[in-house]
């Protein structure tokens, strides 16, 4: 594997209203966006705003999917994180646009943790550098 993960940025608009401002309703998409990816669901975490908005996070083994609304503009930001190469992001971001009813998205994805373009082998710089931790000096 050459990155550490995958994560995926979701732009969703004209999301229907009630949806994206309903914590059950976000919270069960959630849940069954991380049943679409076979990902190994830990917790589900969901806020509402008053007077509208809500934040849901569904932490994952694998990392996390986060979902931001903004109910009054239809609009709702999407991060879906997967660490490893054996879960498919796009499958839950696909499953949120529709579930949201989105009439237009735009997806973005990064590579996480690509080491394979940096000087960086094992966890360790492959030149000397010095890291100050609690005012202790350490050379590697």
């Known amino acids: 594997m050459d990155t550490l993960g995958r994560h995926l940025i979701l732009e ?6 009630e949806i994206i401002d309903s914590v ?10 991380t049943e ?3 990902a190994t669901l830990v917790d589900v975490v969901c806020h509402r705003f008053s007077p509208y ?7 994952l083994a694998e990392s996390h999917i ?4 903004w109910p009054e503009h239809g609009y709702a930001a999407v ?3 997967i660490c490893g190469n054996t879960v498919n992001p796009q499958n839950a971001a696909s499953f949120i646009a529709q579930a949201f009813y989105a009439q237009e998205t735009s ?4 590579e996480r943790g690509n080491f394979l ?11 000397e550098m010095v890291c100050i931790v609690d005012s202790n000096e350490r050379s590697y």
């Open 12 to 17: 969703a608009w004209g999301c229907c209203k």
């Open 36 to 38: 679409s990816t076979n």
């Open 66 to 69: 986060s979902v931001h609304t």
């Open 79 to 81: 991060d879906v994180f």
């Open 24 to 33: 059950d309703a976000v919270k069960s998409i959630l849940v069954k966006a």
């Open 53 to 59: 908005g809500v934040t849901g996070v569904a932490i």
């Open 107 to 110: 997806l973005m994805e990064l």
């Open 117 to 127: 373009s940096k000087n960086i082998r094992n966890g360790r710089p492959t030149k």
